[in-house]
T-cell receptor, first 115, second 113 residues
Framework: KAGVTQTPRYLIKTRGQQVTLSCSPISGHRSVSWYQQTPGQGLQFLFEYFSETQRNKGNFPGRFSGRQFSNSRSEMNVSTLELGDSALYLC??????????????FGPGTRLTVL | AQSVSQHNHHVILSEAASLELGCNYSYGGTVNLFWYVQYPGQHLQLLLKYFSGDPLVKGIKGFEAEFIKSKFSFNLRKPSVQWSDTAEYFCAVSQGGADGLTFGKGTHLIIQP
């Protein structure tokens, strides 16, 4: 069974631009969560989607948004990029929501660099 | 908000040494507990998990962890480490849905041959 895939793997943007990252979950998984990983803050939860609905949201500004499609694929968008948004963005999928004690499987991440 | 503390940020051991990595969390209610590992150049992989039942859980590659509710701890152990265990180890906690997984800052483990 194929794992979680994320595209693109690397991205370079400039301040003020916006970016869209994509995640394809493991086949059959209906929940997708997004995390930001930085050297200073570590891994931080962004949001979780299940059946096209946002279930949970972490403590990030409104510039960070996401959505999930009917095939469970998910995208996250960051608008008006800031230098501090440079990070590894990780996507994780699970069969059900995190309320249901589901194990999360992580993708390789998208490395975003903001210049 | 939930917080997770990993006491050791960098650990250097020799092969065959025993390993124990500490993890403490702040939430007093029902939690699900995880240890993830990130090998150099690879993505996060689940080592082991605790949802309920026996507080001593066994994972892949000879790792185990013990959940001690009274101490809010979930320490990771391995009796004899190998060079291939060199990696970043993350403890994570879930409160059953709220706020997704909360991760510790990670422990960078280096095993010297």
């Amino acid at each position: 069974k194929a794992g979680v895939t994320q595209t693109p793997r690397y991205l370079i943007k400039t301040r003020g631009q916006q970016v869209t990252l994509s995640c394809s979950p493991i086949s059959g998984h209906r929940s997708v969560s997004w995390y930001q990983q930085t050297p200073g803050q570590g891994l931080q939860f962004l949001f979780e989607y299940f059946s096209e609905t946002q279930r949970n949201k972490g403590n990030f500004p409104g510039r960070f948004s996401g959505r999930q499609f009917s095939n469970s694929r998910s995208e996250m968008n960051v608008s008006t990029l800031e230098l501090g948004d440079s990070a590894l963005y990780l996507c994780a999928s699970s069969l059900g929501t995190s309320w249901d004690n589901n194990e999360q499987f992580f993708g390789p991440g998208t490395r975003l660099t903001v210049l | 908000a939930q917080s997770v503390s990993q006491h050791n940020h960098h650990v250097i051991l020799s092969e065959a040494a025993s390993l124990e990595l500490g993890c403490n969390y702040s939430y007093g209610g029902t939690v699900n507990l995880f240890w993830y590992v990130q090998y150099p150049g690879q993505h996060l992989q689940l080592l082991l998990k605790y949802f309920s039942g026996d507080p001593l859980v066994k994972g892949i590659k000879g790792f185990e962890a013990e959940f001690i509710k009274s101490k809010f701890s979930f320490n990771l152990r391995k009796p004899s480490v190998q060079w291939s265990d060199t990696a970043e180890y993350f403890c994570a906690v879930s409160q059953g849905g709220a706020d997704g997984l909360t991760f510790g800052k990670g422990t960078h483990l280096i095993i010297q041959p």
